[in-house]
């Protein structure tokens, strides 16, 4: 059993950036390959960035390519997303989600436990 814990998010202007962190409790964090979706109001989950479980290889979604970073500290089981020059195209709650399998997927069933999420909002 896995149990993730958001922080990070809050209100920024256009262009800002905002870190957000996910903490994973057990000791088994490394085994987790780990990413970030989101889900905006009336619309569905959608994936934004994964990360491999040494945090070797790292995908993101092309809506947000260049612009967020995510990595990972598998000593603090943490793994964090960076989000610079934000859009308000970026507002969502966003959750940090952790699966089983040996490469990063994209799709929510593929991912066995899941954070409570963060809300991000961003304004024009």
């Known amino acids: 059993q896995v149990q993730l814990v958001e922080s990070g998010g809050g209100l920024v202007q256009a262009g800002g950036s905002l870190r957000l962190s996910c903490t994973a409790s057990?000791?088994?964090?490394?085994?987790?390959?780990m990413a970030w979706f989101r889900q905006a109001p009336g619309k569905e989950r959608e994936f934004v960035a994964g990360?491999?479980?040494?945090?070797?290889?790292?995908y993101y979604a092309d809506s947000v390519k260049g612009r967020f970073t995510i990595s990972r500290d598998n000593a603090k089981n943490t793994v964090y997303l960076q989000m610079n020059s934000l859009k308000p195209e970026d507002t969502a709650v966003y959750y940090c989600?952790?699966?089983?399998?040996?490469?990063?997927?994209?799709?929510?069933?593929?991912?066995?436990?899941w954070g409570q999420g963060t809300q991000v909002t961003v304004s024009s």
């Open positions: 990360i491999s479980r040494s945090g070797g290889n790292t």
């Open positions: 057990g000791r088994t964090f490394s085994s987790y390959v």
């Open positions: 989600a952790a699966s089983a399998t040996i490469v990063v997927l994209t799709t929510i069933y593929d991912y066995d436990y």
